[in-house]
């Protein structure tokens, strides 16, 4: 059981100088190189993004080592300055796979505690020219729903080599490598493969949000290299998802606070009836809702954040509470976006209709509301009623 009232220094969740830096630099690069014409624009390529701002990313910023040790070519730089680089990500509706690669795939390689698999890939990671993902760890908290692995591991001659499918992958058709957790003899265990056309078949997925690929991944054969140990595996596994969690709360806030300052803007310059509309007490009231959600909503991140940088054990509760809050500020804050902007809010050239989509692909991609509830209840202690 997780105590009900955690203890973390206070300081862990104010900004400091370096990372209110990095958002300025941040925040001036997306809007030079980012903006919504540059996402429409990428979208249709075959990567889905803009690879040379990738590289920009990676070299000058150094923003996919952020959070990988030095040891393993990174800064050396904890998951709160990683958070700072996914909220501007998330306000400028960046679409490459920070989230798969920088986020999923690097924590599940740190926490499996696999130094040569870190040395392999890490760095490959941390310098930009490898893209990762991971597949088959989904949801931890699913009641009744089977944990056991929808892809198997078999062990040959020639090593291992995986057989099954997962879909929905994060990145699945692109990413160059892919950790799979996958079912052996011993248990479930995380393998890492290079998928090759011949014994790996990937087919995108259409989905809500373009800004954000997914793909159906089947394993033929896959040859594949153990990561870790099966005794280790479900923790890293669970780890990794509420790392994810925390990381993805930290884009939704940026998401939530890019659709507040639009909509601000264009109440206080939009005219009726002689008068910005901005200045009528009803839509002022609406904005205020969005305002006090996205404070609780910053809040909740800032405390996922500083729980994931430190490793605490209260990861899993906060992540989970995080998660809740930002994914309907989320959705509350993109509403109101193309509400409050009237007719042109509607409009398939105006860019809210993207924000939305990625707020309804967020809230459920590590799990819905509902069951982030449901297991938080559990983690505090609370007793839960059976559903009806």
Same mark, same amino acid.
């Given at each position: 059981?997780?105590?009900?009232?955690?203890?973390?220094?206070?300081?862990?969740?104010?900004?400091?100088?370096?990372?209110?830096?990095?958002?300025?630099?941040?925040?001036?690069?997306?809007?030079?190189?980012?903006?919504?014409?540059?996402?429409?624009?990428?979208?249709?390529?075959?990567?889905?993004?803009?690879?040379?701002?990738?590289?920009?990313?990676?070299?000058?910023?150094?923003?996919?080592?952020?959070?990988?040790?030095?040891?393993?070519?990174?800064?050396?730089?904890?998951?709160?300055?990683?958070?700072?680089?996914?909220?501007?990500?998330?306000?400028?509706?960046?679409?490459?796979?920070?989230?798969?690669?920088?986020?999923?795939?690097?924590?599940?390689?740190?926490?499996?505690?696999?130094?040569?698999?870190?040395?392999?890939?890490?760095?490959?990671? !941390?310098?930009?020219?490898?893209? /990762?993902? %991971? =597949?088959?760890?989904?949801?931890?908290? +699913? $009641?009744?729903? *089977?944990?056991?692995?929808?892809?198997?591991?078999?062990?040959?001659?020639?090593?291992?080599?995986?057989?099954?499918?997962?879909?929905?992958?994060?990145?699945?058709?692109?990413?160059?490598?892919?950790?799979?957790?996958?079912?052996?003899?011993?248990?479930?265990?995380?393998?890492?493969?290079?998928?090759?056309?011949?014994?790996?078949?990937?087919?995108?997925?259409?989905?809500?949000?373009?800004?954000?690929?997914?793909?159906?991944?089947?394993?033929?054969?896959?040859?594949?290299?153990?990561?870790?140990?099966?005794?280790?595996?479900?923790?890293?596994?669970?780890?990794?998802?509420?790392?994810?969690?925390?990381?993805?709360?930290?884009?939704?806030?940026?998401?939530?606070?890019? !659709?507040?300052?639009?909509?601000? /803007?264009? %109440? =206080?310059?939009?005219?009726?009836?002689? +008068? $910005?509309?901005? *200045?009528?007490?009803?839509?002022?009231?609406?904005?205020?809702?969005?305002?006090?959600?996205?404070?609780?909503?910053?809040?909740?991140?800032?405390?996922?954040?500083?729980?994931?940088?430190?490793?605490?054990?209260?990861?899993?509760?906060?992540?989970?509470?995080?998660?809740?809050?930002?994914?309907?500020?989320?959705?509350?804050?993109?509403?109101?976006?193309?509400?409050?902007?009237?007719?042109?809010?509607?409009?398939?050239?105006?860019?809210?209709?993207?924000?939305?989509?990625?707020?309804?692909?967020?809230?459920?991609?590590?799990?819905?509301?509902?069951?982030?509830?449901?297991?938080?209840?559990?983690?505090?202690?609370?007793?839960?009623?059976?559903?009806?």
């Amino acid at each position: 059981m997780h105590r009900r009232h955690p203890e973390i220094d206070p300081q862990l969740l104010s900004e400091t100088d370096e990372q209110r830096q990095l958002r300025t630099v941040l925040r001036d690069l997306y809007a030079e190189a980012s903006g919504v014409e540059e996402v429409r624009k990428h979208l249709a390529t075959p990567r889905g993004y803009d690879e040379a701002l990738w590289a920009r990313l990676a070299g000058e910023i150094g923003v996919h080592g952020l959070a990988i040790p030095e040891e393993y070519g990174g800064s050396g730089f904890t998951f709160a300055e990683l958070a700072v680089a996914l909220e501007e990500s998330g306000r400028a509706l960046y679409c490459a796979p920070l989230l798969p690669t920088v986020v999923l795939a690097a924590h599940a390689l740190l926490l499996s505690g696999d130094r040569r698999a870190c040395e392999r890939y890490l760095p490959q990671i !941390a310098d930009g020219t490898l893209t /990762a993902t %991971v =597949a088959g760890f989904g949801p931890d908290d +699913r $009641p009744g729903e *089977s944990r056991e692995p929808a892809v198997t591991a078999e062990q040959g001659g020639d090593g291992w080599v995986l057989r099954g499918r997962a879909d929905f992958v994060l990145d699945g058709a692109g990413a160059e490598l892919i950790l799979v957790r996958a079912g052996t003899p011993a248990g479930p265990r995380i393998f890492a493969c290079e998928p090759a056309s011949d014994t790996c078949l990937r087919t995108p997925r259409r989905v809500l949000d373009e800004t954000r690929r997914q793909a159906l991944v089947e394993f033929r054969g896959a040859p594949a290299t153990a990561v870790g140990t099966a005794e280790e595996a479900e923790g890293t596994v669970s780890a990794t998802l509420d790392t994810g969690r925390a990381a993805l709360a930290a884009e939704q806030v940026g998401g939530s606070g890019h !659709a507040l300052d639009a909509t601000v /803007a264009f %109440v =206080a310059q939009r005219h009726q009836f002689g +008068r $910005p509309i901005g *200045s009528f007490q009803a839509v002022k009231h609406r904005l205020a809702d969005v305002l006090v959600a996205l404070e609780a909503a910053r809040s909740g991140s800032a405390y996922a954040t500083a729980c994931a940088a430190i490793a605490s054990p209260q990861l899993p509760v906060a992540a989970c509470a995080a998660a809740v809050v930002c994914s309907e500020t989320f959705r509350l804050a993109t509403a109101e976006y193309v509400q409050l902007h009237g007719g042109i809010g509607f409009t398939w050239e105006h860019p809210a209709h993207l924000y939305v989509r990625r707020a309804r692909g967020a809230e459920v991609l590590f799990g819905t509301a509902d069951q982030h509830r449901t297991r938080l209840a559990g983690l505090v202690g609370l007793a839960t009623r059976p559903a009806a």
